[in-house]
């Protein structure tokens, strides 16, 4: 009989990524601040909701990475 070799897992090191969003709203004393304002809206909100879209964004990507490796 002849091995095949395992599957490749393409999506299994794309979790890492989650990481991302949750490293860079870990610290708020990095992005408390005012300035820079983006219309108007003070640096810590729109830094904040910034993360939330590349959050989404980022989840998308690991779902579509890991979507091939079930089954």
Do not use: C, K
Request: charged share 15%; net charge positive.
């Amino acid at each position: 009989m002849s091995e095949h070799p395992a599957p490749v897992r393409r999506g299994r090191w794309a979790r890492i990524l989650l990481i991302v969003p949750f490293l860079a709203l870990l610290f708020p004393t990095l992005y408390a601040h005012a300035e820079p304002r983006l219309a108007g809206i003070p640096f810590f909100i729109w830094y904040q909701f910034l993360w939330v879209i590349l959050g989404v964004g980022i989840t998308g990507l690991v779902y579509a990475l890991n979507r091939g490796d079930e089954g």
